[in-house]
């Protein structure tokens, strides 16, 4: 047995030659070229002004035999010894954490893939001489060892710096293909959406053939839209701010050892720098649809690594036995279109060596994919079929706001104003906004399109034609309105005087807004209905109800109504009852109960939840209002307030002569109305004080405030405590029919306060009825 002898396992060099047969697309041998570029940007800290990288492609008109491909940036540049392990295949100075260029592979593997001959020219500022190393693959194959010819040529300005890759004796595929303008577009395409990132927010500048290589930025909905879904309002832009515990990173193998690590615990060597591990970025709504174009970014130090990565809307149980389950897009039909986009950064995890995918098997790519999707299905019916948890992770989050494609604000999505959307039209306007076209940049013109696919301008209606037969016109069943020696009224070009008849100014159409408007100017709120519902599977409104008076009502397609509603913009309901409409004043139904049940229709059609019973869920919507229920108790209480109220606008008429009404009181009313002011008065001021000064008329019972009325109703009606007319009527019939139209319901008033006797449904509901009226006399009823 011996120990201690070795083989050389040194490649030959002709290894160098096949890494050109490793597949490469073009833009990724470029991009190779690049990450090496914007790395140094990004290690020299700022300190290189507007760090650039140029891109030349050959023209199509060239020759292959001196066509060549450059890549040059304007760096800080390097030495000889940089230059030396920058071509040396297998050698980076970038570890495998914190930069673009990982494996040291790249740049051979991209060159030879591109052609025969490489030349690298470097300095750094200062330096007098250019570096130039040239790689010549025909010859190092060729020899035995690896020699790489250098020299060095003069500089003109000592301040120079930079480096060059020249690529000349170009493969003959590449040549022909990468010497296309068709093709040379496509590559500035995919540079521009794989480096959007470092180009939009580092300030890097990139051009291919002198022509800028422009950031694709993402088209989505501003962060300030929303949309409610049972109640809670979701943002079209959720954003991901995951800080993640340190820990050491190996800078050979790559792998995340535990802080207190002193080697890898992978590999075992020592080269381990603690690391800050983060997981950012944001996800939100497109504002088009599209079949391919949506899917999250995926990025690493700045570089897109996935794009429109679909495979986040897959769901997969934690043991990866089943088949992954598609959750998205499933809501739109035959064709398949979605808009969940984002950008996810998470510089920790390992990409493949072709940067095109991330070690998916790694703990710390499923701790990314939890944090955007969490873990239980994005359908909370699914996840509770399983027993699993309700996902509330950001993706769910947007998935439970913007699943369906419904047109209008609901979804935010443009519309026709019928039942169409505009996918086409809206993925137009995103081609503008990303050509730079000002208009596009904001969402305002989607925006718009949403709103008024809810809420469409009126067209004007095409003008009749008048003629009774075509061609003849109005004139001719009438020849006695032809003038003497003149054409016929109605004739082209002429009139009476000579002149063009002026065109009939024809109104312009209402728009919905306006027609809006319009009720709401000639409308009463309906306070016990207006406020906020939330109903636990039918979401949220925020209503706002109107009793309008003199106007018809028509529907947003222009049917009328006796109730409508309009959602101007989630959550925010109006509801808007006819009072005039004969199923009020005819049939008695009740406004308030007509318009809960048009709001629970819109409430379940927008949830799509029509099977569930529109009387319950009137009956849910009936426990959030504020109206008084209709139990003797609440009713009581809503009589004595209404008294209260009467009492109080009664202070003021009978201070004008307090012992008119005074006298008026039986002796045991001024013994109740006494010791009611001991108990609610409690004893501020003396009951002397409120006899002279009227106020004790807010003690005296019920049935003496009715006695009061109905001896003195001039001092009560025209406006002093309620609107009715009196002193104006002169016949004493008319006079006694207006004070009992008032003195009736208010003895159901006092017959609650005073006795509280045992009533039916009936009864109770009569009782209501008369505090609504006594509510609606009262000359101040806020």
Known sequence: MTEN???????????????????????????????????????????????????????????????????QDNGRGMSLEA??????????????????????????????????????????????????????????????????????????????HGTSVTISDLKQEQYATLCRPKTQSVIREKLGDVYSYLLSEKGFLLTLNGKKVRPRLPCVWDEKRTVTRQGVEIHAVQE????????????????????????????????????ERKIWGWIGIQRYLHRTDYGLDFLRNGRKILLKDKRVFDWE?????????????????????????????????????????????????????????????????????????????????LYAGFRRQDPGLNYLIPGDGGKNALHETASKWAALMRKGVSEYQTDEVWYRAAYQHDNPIAVDPQP????????????????????EGGAAPGTPGTSTAGQEPPEDEAAPAE?????????????????????????????????????????????????????????????????????????????????????????????????????MPLSEIVAQLKSHTSSPRLTPAATAEESERLLEQVRVAMVAPVSANPAVHWLLLTKDERADAERRFAVEA?????????????????????SAVIRIIQDSPETFLDGCVFKRGYIALSDPGARALVVERLINPLGDLALLEQHRPRLDVEELARIRISCRLIARDLADNT
């Open 240 to 275: 991901i701010n995951q800080e993640l515990t340190p820990k050491n990173a190996c800078m050979a193998c790559g792998y995340w050892s535990s802080v207190d690590a002193e080697n890898c615990e992978e590999c075992g060597q020592g080269h381990l720098e603690l690391r």
């Open 317 to 397: 149980d934690e043991e990866g036995l089943a088949e992954p389950d598609p959750e998205y897009p499933i809501d739109s039909g035959a064709v398949k279109m979605g808009r969940i986009v984002g950008e996810i950064h998470c510089d920790h995890v390992a990409p493949n060596y072709q940067k095109t995918a991330f070690e998916f098997e790694t703990a710390e790519w499923r701790q990314v994919l939890r944090e955007v999707r969490g873990t239980s299905p994005l359908r909370p019916k699914i996840a509770k079929s399983l027993g699993l948890p309700e996902n509330r992770s950001p993706l769910a989050l």
């Open 511 to 611: 728009t919905l807004d306006q027609r809006l408007q319009r009720y709401r100017d000639n409308a009463d709120p309906i306070v016990d209905l207006t406020g906020p519902y939330y109903l636990e599977e039918l979401g949220r409104v925020d209503l706002t109800a109107w009793a309008v008076r003199g106007h018809n009502l028509v529907t947003k397609d222009e049917r009328p109504a006796p109730v409508i509603v309009s959602m101007v913009r989630a959550p925010h309901l109006d509801v808007f009852v006819d009072t005039g409409h004969s199923l009020f004043r005819e049939h008695g139904a009740d406004m308030r109960d007509l318009a809960l049940v048009e709001v629970a229709e819109f409430m379940r059609v927008r949830a799509n939840i029509v099977a």
């Open 83 to 160: 230059v030396t392990n920058a071509i040396s295949a297998g050698w980076t100075s970038n570890g495998r954490h914190g930069s673009l260029g990982l494996f040291g592979m790249g740049f051979n593997i991209s060159t030879a893939r591109l052609g025969r001959r490489t030349t690298v020219r470097t300095s750094r500022a200062g330096d007098l001489d250019w570096i130039e190393v040239t790689l010549d693959l025909a010859q190092i194959a060729n020899s035995a060892k690896y020699q790489a010819p250098y020299r060095t040529v003069p500089k003109v300005n000592r301040e120079e």
């Open 464 to 483: 009749e034609n008048d003629d009774i037969l075509p061609g003849f016109g109005a004139g001719l069943l009438d020849p006695d309105d032809k003038p």
């Open 5 to 71: 002898q070795y083989i050389n396992v040194t490649p030959h060099p002709r290894i160098l030659g096949v890494l050109g047969d490793i597949e490469f697309s073009h833009w990724q041998c470029l991009a190779e070229l690049i990450d090496n570029s914007f790395d140094e940007f990004q290690a020299a800290g700022g300190t290189v002004d507007r760090p650039s990288v140029a891109v030349s492609l050959p023209p199509a008109n060239s020759q292959r035999a001196t066509a060549e491909i450059k890549v």
């Open 682 to 702: 409690g004893g501020a001021s003396p009951w002397n004080d409120a006899i002279s000064s009227g106020e004790f008329i807010r003690y005296v019972p019920a």
